[in-house]
C-alpha cells in the first residue's frame, strides 16, 4: 500500500532526498500514520511548513529559534518529530526482535 497524496507531498518536500534513499525507515507504515494525520499531510503540502522541515534538517536549534514565534510551525515540527521518534522507536524494537535481541 503505498498512499499516492503523502508520496507526493513528501517528494515536494524538503524530505525528497531522506524519503528517496530510505526506503527501510520510510515504509507503508510511515506513510500511513503521516496520512492518518490531518495536520501533518497538510502540512507536508503547505511551501511553508516544508521549508520549516527544511530548516530542521541543517540546524534545529537555529530553526527553532527562528520559529519560536510561529506557534503553529512549532506544532507541525513538535508533532511531526514526535511520529518520527515513534516510528524509529518501533523499527528498533523490530530490528531487535528479528535480531534476537529483544527474547528475553
Not at 517528494?11 to 494525520?37: F, P, R, Y
Not at 502540512?43 to 520559529?67: C, H, I, V, Y
Not at 510551525?73 to 516510528?87: A, R, T
Request: proline share 4%.
Amino acid at each position: 500500500l503505498r498512499l499516492e497524496e503523502v508520496q507526493e507531498a513528501m517528494k515536494n518536500s524538503s524530505l525528497e532526498g531522506l524519503v528517496g534513499t530510505c526506503d527501510e525507515w520510510a515504509n507503508d507504515d510511515l506513510m500511513q500514520k503521516v496520512a492518518n494525520n490531518p495536520r501533518l499531510a497538510a502540512g507536508l503540502r503547505n511551501p511553508k511548513f516544508a521549508s520549516a522541515l527544511e530548516a530542521m534538517q541543517r540546524d534545529p536549534k537555529a530553526a527553532m529559534t527562528k520559529f519560536r514565534n510561529h506557534p503553529e510551525i512549532i506544532d507541525f515540527l513538535q508533532e511531526f518529530c514526535g511520529v518520527m521518534g515513534q516510528h524509529f522507536t518501533k523499527l528498533g524494537k523490530e530490528q531487535d526482535q528479528s535480531n534476537g535481541k529483544g527474547r528475553g
